[in-house]
């Protein structure tokens, strides 16, 4: 199969109990501290890059993106191109190769190597006279490092190709999060593309996916993959069927595992951009919530003669959020930072600053928020820039 949609989490609220009498032991009042930019999921796009002029040797490529264009071209059966990803131990990865121009009797071939590696992991190749025009595999990796995908063809014809990547597990970073009875639009821009979303799911809730294609018209086609929180096959992919006027795709599961879903929306076998809109709902008001599982730390440091305030953030989120933080000084607050903050998983150091007069005691208070379920986790930390 072509393509595959990932799908993504929604963050829900935090204990704003507890932030409320943090705050109120601050001094500062919460009205003063909450600033909330709305985040609301959109359409996303996968990426789609041109490949490098020859030789095409060792070309990086990350989860959700494609690759083609005028220059992902093979000419003879001893062509070799070559793309890098670095991945971890354990990961699961979906990875599809398809022929864009040609047929019968030549075929396009894809081989995974893991890092250091010289027998491949996977080898496999598309079956043109069976009108099996890709390539597609799903692979658990057992090793950390830069793996390696090449792509050759079985004949000297020259055949155009398009190539794609998707992470399944851990959960993609590129996965669009879906709000459960949203329903999002976007589009199959390349062959191979893959949209890609991400939604909670529990193991008591019933759920509904539905996809419906927007661009119609025989051959155009659209098909559904659901994948479980440990990267494994929820659903058998499902497709749309123009031949017969059937256009969209609706199915109905409960999960087996708690977690993170991703997915995967793709084209078949056409070339042709198609369009659609995609939405998960909840049918048994039992489908529960995911609990944040934010971190937010600092560590501040003051340069005297400088006049420079450090701070060492620790950032950890599972969802997109925005990213507050104020400096507090005196009896007076001021907004430091509000940023749109990505999933960010594992927690990442991040380090900012800002020039701060020598004032005594001054704090710095950093909020991770989303728009439905408001603080989800927050930082107060202090630091003495010395006597006025």
Not at 25 to 47: H, R, Y
Request: charged fraction near 5%; include cysteine.
């Amino acid at each position: 199969m072509f393509g595959r949609v990932s799908v993504s989490r929604v963050v829900v609220s935090g204990r704003e109990s507890n932030w409320r009498r943090s705050v109120a032991k601050s001094g500062l009042g919460l009205a003063a501290l909450v600033f909330v930019l709305v985040l609301i999921p959109s359409s996303g796009w996968a990426a789609v890059t041109n490949c490098p002029t020859e030789p095409k040797q060792g070309v990086p490529i990350v989860s959700g993106e494609t690759y083609f264009g005028t220059n992902c071209v093979l000419n003879t059966a001893v062509d070799v191109d070559s793309f890098t990803f670095n991945a971890s131990a354990g990961d699961v990865w979906s990875m599809t190769a398809a022929i864009t121009t040609g047929g019968y009797p030549n075929n396009i071939c894809l081989a995974l190597y893991a890092p250091g590696s010289t027998t491949a992991q996977f080898f496999g190749c598309s079956s043109t006279a069976g009108n099996v025009f890709a390539v597609t595999t799903n692979q658990t990796l057992t090793v950390a490092g830069a793996y390696s995908i090449v792509i050759t063809e079985t004949q000297n014809l020259t055949m155009d190709y398009g190539l794609s990547l998707e992470r399944l597990n851990p959960t993609p970073p590129d996965g669009i999060p879906l709000t459960l009875g949203q329903t999002l639009t976007s589009a199959l821009p390349a062959p191979t593309a893959q949209g890609t979303y991400t939604f909670y799911g529990t193991t008591t809730g019933l759920y509904k996916i539905t996809s419906s294609m927007t661009t119609s018209g025989y051959p155009l086609n659209l098909c559904v993959a659901l994948y479980q929180p440990n990267g494994t096959s929820a659903l058998n992919p499902v497709c749309t069927s123009s031949a017969g006027n059937v256009f969209s795709v609706t199915e109905n599961f409960t999960p087996t595992q708690t977690g993170t879903h991703v997915l995967v929306i793709y084209e078949p076998v056409e070339n042709a951009t198609v369009n659609y809109n995609v939405n998960v709902s909840c049918l048994n008001a039992m489908c529960g919530t995911q609990q944040p599982k934010c971190s937010l730390t600092d560590s501040l440091s003051y340069n005297k003669t400088t006049g420079t305030l450090t701070m060492n953030f620790t950032v950890g989120t599972p969802a997109p959020v925005t990213w507050n933080g104020w400096l507090t000084t005196q009896n007076t607050i001021q907004s430091l930072f509000s940023i749109a903050q990505p999933i960010t998983e594992p927690p990442v150091p991040i380090t900012k600053t800002t020039t701060v007069a020598v004032s005594g005691k001054v704090g710095v208070l950093s909020t991770l928020t989303t728009t439905t379920g408001g603080i989800t986790c927050s930082a107060w930390t202090l630091v003495n820039t010395g006597t006025p």
